[in-house]
């Protein structure tokens, strides 16, 4: 194994992906700082919107590490870890170099900009893997190099333009995944599936997305809520799609407050919606098809069940694998 | 992501998982060194019978990062690169901390013993996962202790344990591990699943077993060569379980030579035989059930085919996932 410029981008990447469905409308970054001696520092991620962006999160690891220094443990708003920062930094930084899956923002917004903050900070070096696409946020790089800080564009380029993806397409559109479970033999039928830790990432996702596409028959045999109650989430809207549209309302996701629940025979409102997650089996698969961007898949390490997605030819490229305490949890874009 | 003891050691494991049904007679084994200041300067495992073992791999790559000297590149026996190691260490790994997932050995066998050669390098501090089963090897940590270098046992021992299980099998027994390759919906049917990569591994691990089970039916359908022609390997001899004992002499299997070929309707013939897989589908999953010590699934990131593993109902416990180029490769033990 190689420990060189990929190797720490690899880890800000795999810590980024955990978070990929739970930080709209921010794209999911990831950050790794290592030492002047190479030694690892912090790996961090930009968890949700609102919370710090991975590289502040990282920098507040990576001062706890070199300081020990466990008053910085305290602070949780981006803002106070900025200022806090700024105030006890001591140049401990210097010599310290940022690998970051996306180019530091210079825009302030909710947060200050990152890439002042490392300028400030004196970081050494900072390794770049997809640069801004958000022409707001963009510049960051240029700021960078105007304070002296050396700067190295396109590290696993292409493994961080596919982690940044879903926000292009937020920016630019919408952004559609479809979602299923499956045991290891690939049958979706018969009770629960997943594990109690996939159903909450799940829930976690259903918070961040504005629209749950779900087939008719789905929900006349399962009666779901679909709400995001493991998590204390919000419901989203949702859409069922089914040329029969007589319901029965007793059904609980047509009682959620707040929540609009649209029944129609196609996907065409989908365009109203941002962050939208389609949870469904072979039929909505096949349905889902030409809408579909990216495809999430948990896999439960059982064998059982009868009925899978069948009848279905498909090739994928898998972006990120990950095992949580039992299922795997896997992200893809299918092959055109 | 904390960069503590567990995750120096999660790389060893990572890294010794790659070459897990390689290395048979000896254990899978992986490596980790790290300098004073925790950077990584190398992470290798032991890769096949008569290759240096882990630690010594990981050695030379740390010496080479140290050193920049490129002399130890040109080495490849254990012998040369313990003597090379001996006469130029300079003292270097005086502040070296290493992490093994099993205990140093303490055996001249083919190759010096590693504690041996740790303790002449005066490593600072070793980290060990499991310890030695082998009376023969065992006592290497007393060695490291008695020249003064810091032990650390139980660094997550259980995954060390389950890493250094097939090891075990081999030395009171024999090991036996199920290998089949599906489609991410389960099917296993229809023309070649994996990718060139996953058949090459598998060739690699035919190539070091001695007995390679498959079902009758299997043979007549697919007339297979059962041999290890991807990596220039030996074909190990063949049990064909089966009822029916006549077969088209003219099918490929039989007439590979040294090759023997059992035509049984039992696993009776297994136990004079050390390392085993039995290759196959539902049925020689049902059939080899109680008999199987490790499972090994290949998934392609494809959907297609019609039929697979069913009317079957088991839970595993995933040992490790590892992707290459385009599959998935799983370890797995059934929970029983």
């Given at each position: 194994?190689?420990?060189?410029?990929?190797?720490?981008?690899?880890?800000?990447?795999?810590?980024?992906?955990?978070?990929?469905?739970?930080?709209?409308?921010?794209?999911?970054?990831?950050?790794?700082?290592?030492?002047?001696?190479?030694?690892?520092?912090?790996?961090e991620?930009?968890?949700?919107?609102?919370?710090?962006?991975?590289?502040?999160?990282?920098?507040?690891?990576?001062?706890?590490?070199?300081?020990?220094?466990?008053?910085?443990?305290?602070?949780?708003?981006?803002?106070?870890?900025?200022?806090?920062?700024?105030?006890?930094?001591?140049?401990?930084?210097?010599t310290?170099?940022?690998?970051?899956?996306l180019?530091?923002?210079?825009?302030?917004?909710?947060?200050?900009?990152?890439?002042?903050?490392?300028?400030?900070?004196?970081?050494?070096?900072?390794?770049?893997?997809?640069?801004?696409?958000?022409?707001?946020?963009?510049?960051?790089?240029?700021?960078?190099?105007?304070?002296?800080?050396?700067?190295?564009?396109?590290?696993?380029?292409?493994?961080?333009?596919?982690?940044?993806?879903?926000?292009g397409?937020?920016?630019?559109?919408?952004?559609?995944?479809?979602?299923?479970?499956?045991?290891?033999?690939?049958?979706?039928?018969?009770?629960?599936?997943?594990?109690?830790?996939s159903?909450?990432?799940?829930?976690?996702?259903?918070?961040?997305?504005?629209?749950?596409?779900?087939?008719?028959?789905?929900?006349?045999?399962?009666?779901?809520?679909?709400?995001?109650?493991?998590?204390?989430?919000?419901?989203?809207?949702?859409?069922?799609?089914?040329?029969?549209?007589?319901?029965?309302?007793?059904?609980?996701?047509?009682?959620?407050?707040?929540?609009?629940?649209?029944?129609?025979?196609?996907?065409?409102?989908?365009?109203?919606?941002?962050?939208?997650?389609?949870?469904?089996?072979?039929?909505?698969?096949?349905?889902?098809?030409?809408?579909?961007?990216?495809?999430?898949?948990?896999?439960?390490?059982k064998?059982?069940?009868?009925?899978?997605?069948?009848?279905?030819?498909?090739?994928?490229?898998?972006?990120?694998?990950?095992?949580?305490?039992?299922?795997?949890?896997?992200?893809?874009?299918?092959?055109?």
């Amino acid at each position: 194994m190689v420990t060189d410029n990929n190797f720490f981008m690899s880890l800000a990447l795999k810590e980024a992906w955990k978070y990929q469905g739970l930080t709209y409308p921010n794209p999911a970054v990831g950050c790794c700082i290592i030492s002047e001696d190479a030694s690892i520092l912090a790996v961090e991620a930009h968890k949700k919107a609102g919370n710090p962006h991975a590289e502040v999160e990282a920098l507040k690891s990576a001062y706890y590490k070199l300081t020990n220094d466990s008053k910085i443990l305290e602070l949780s708003k981006s803002a106070d870890i900025h200022t806090f920062l700024l105030k006890n930094h001591n140049d401990i930084f210097k010599t310290t170099s940022i690998y970051t899956t996306l180019e530091p923002c210079s825009h302030r917004g909710k947060t200050p900009s990152c890439a002042d903050l490392i300028s400030s900070l004196g970081v050494k070096k900072v390794f770049v893997g997809s640069r801004d696409l958000n022409p707001e946020a963009a510049c960051g790089n240029d700021k960078l190099l105007a304070c002296g800080i050396e700067v190295q564009n396109d590290v696993l380029k292409d493994k961080c333009d596919n982690l940044l993806e879903p926000y292009g397409m937020w920016k630019s559109n919408n952004f559609v995944f479809f979602k299923w479970a499956q045991r290891l033999n690939g049958t979706t039928d018969g009770g629960t599936i997943s594990s109690k830790d996939s159903r909450k990432n799940v829930h976690a996702m259903r918070d961040v997305c504005d629209l749950l596409v779900i087939g008719g028959n789905t929900v006349r045999v399962d009666r779901p809520t679909l709400d995001a109650r493991l998590v204390d989430g919000k419901a989203p809207d949702v859409l069922i799609v089914s040329r029969e549209k007589e319901f029965d309302k007793t059904i609980p996701l047509f009682n959620v407050e707040g929540r609009k629940v649209i029944v129609s025979d196609n996907f065409e409102v989908c365009k109203n919606y941002k962050n939208i997650m389609i949870e469904g089996g072979a039929n909505m698969y096949e349905l889902s098809r030409e809408y579909v961007d990216f495809y999430l898949c948990y896999i439960a390490p059982k064998i059982g069940g009868d009925d899978g997605l069948k009848k279905i030819e498909d090739n994928f490229e898998i972006l990120n694998i990950e095992k949580e305490t039992q299922d795997i949890i896997m992200w893809m874009k299918r092959e055109v």
